[in-house]
């Protein structure tokens, strides 16, 4: 096998033409092949379907090897959707089941097997829950040259710049004061440095908005950040209005008030507003990303590891975002899996600032991996083990796991 990929010609959402980066073989001549693609449905007993909460189920993907070495990946996505993506009979050349086109494949040719997986779920992909998909699997690849080569994803991804992040708070919006006053009690406690609240009630009345934001700032104190996620809610005058009343508040960012795809939307409010805008947690590939960029003019890209087509599109658009001068800080609202990729990527950033740490109350949070990523002084130390330096707790997979 020779050492050095081939450059390939790949297309993103809106069709249009981008380059994948060359990636030399972690270890050297060695040939390995993909045996099985094991998708993973997890899901807690009872699912609240009005509550925008990804944390009530999840979707894992192990890539197996002839060599025993074996990948995790994860998808934030609809988990039975992408199960049947994976499991699925081939169509016709152009829709094909992802698990299909990978066994008998060499796992460590990941920018050609991402190109192998985007073509071949043309027909019924080209974003949503295929990428989301090709997201899982393509983690899951990273992950096997990682613990092929003895070295972690960050080192892979060209380096980390930093042996630890600072992370953020997460937790979907509540309905009262008082409840948010207890979620951002508990982040002090806790000893994070910032907290981010969304959706939930949101958007319905600003008088409503004004007070929640200004009951968690009240307990947080001056010093820590406080984030806000519009959670699609609002026009863009009224994003404004609630800007203008919460501006003595410092908000280090007001993310994803409009729609996704609103760019026209995200270039008046960007342009009129003095806080930091942020969007991209529901795009993939990069086409959208740098329309975020040129034509939506925000300041903060969100790419979701699980969704964007995993480590490898998240390198090209932390490229677009280094050219164009954004912050990036990926989107993480899921399972101890995607908060290790995340830590990865955004260690090897030229500027990175936060990641986002779900503070939910699920078992899937909080109980998936055999280690638990441990906080110190608000920050979560980046994996140092070969891969994504993470291990599944079994019991936990086998409880939830649905068949």
Avoid at 31 to 36: G, K, Q, S
Avoid at 312 to 321: G, K, M, N, P, S
């Amino acid at each position: 096998m020779s050492d050095r990929l081939p450059l390939l010609t790949r297309f993103d959402a809106s069709g249009e033409c981008t380059l994948a980066s060359q990636m030399r073989s972690t270890t050297g001549p060695r040939t390995m092949t993909i045996t099985a693609v094991e998708p993973i449905v997890l899901r807690i007993g009872e699912v609240d379907t009005g509550r925008a909460d990804g944390t009530q189920d999840a979707f894992l993907v192990r890539v197996h090897t002839d060599q025993g070495i074996v990948g995790i990946g994860e998808a934030d996505t609809s988990p039975y959707v992408a199960r049947t993506i994976i499991e699925m009979p081939s169509s016709h050349a152009i829709a094909r089941g992802l698990a299909e086109l990978l066994v008998g494949q060499n796992p460590l040719e990941i920018d050609r097997l991402w190109q192998l997986m985007f073509v071949g779920s043309d027909h019924y992909g080209r974003g949503g829950a295929a990428l989301h998909t090709i997201s899982a699997i393509d983690m899951a690849l990273w992950d096997i040259a990682g613990k092929a080569s003895g070295r972690p994803v960050c080192e892979l991804l060209g380096g980390a710049r930093v042996p630890e992040l600072p992370v953020y708070a997460s937790e979907v919006m509540p309905e009262t004061a008082g409840e948010v006053r207890e979620i951002a009690r508990r982040a002090v406690d806790s000893g994070y440095g910032a907290l981010k609240l969304g959706w939930g009630p949101l958007g319905r009345d600003l008088d409503h908005d004004e007070e929640l934001v200004r009951s968690a700032r009240e307990m947080l104190g001056p010093s820590r950040s406080l984030m806000l996620d519009g959670g699609r809610a609002y026009t863009v005058k009224r994003a404004l209005e609630l800007l203008r009343r919460l501006e003595d508040l410092g908000l280090y960012w007001l993310e994803e008030p409009l729609e996704p795809d609103d760019y026209e939307g995200y270039s008046r409010l960007s342009d009129a507003a003095a806080v930091r805008i942020a969007a991209g947690e529901a795009d993939s590939c990069v086409g959208p990303f740098r329309r975020l960029v040129e034509h939506g003019h925000v300041d903060v890209l969100q790419p979701d590891i699980a969704r964007c087509g995993g480590f490898t599109v998240a390198r090209e658009i932390a490229q677009l975002a280094r050219r164009r001068s954004v912050e990036v800080v990926p989107h993480c609202f899921s399972t101890g899996v995607l908060v290790a990729a995340s830590l990865h990527f955004a260690a090897t950033l030229d500027l990175p600032t936060y990641s986002e740490y779900s503070v939910a109350d699920s078992p899937l949070v909080n109980g998936l991996l055999s280690k638990p990523f441990q906080l110190v002084d608000g920050k979560l130390a980046v994996p140092t083990d070969p891969g994504l330096g993470v291990d599944l707790n079994e019991q936990v997979v086998e409880r939830m796991r649905v068949s």
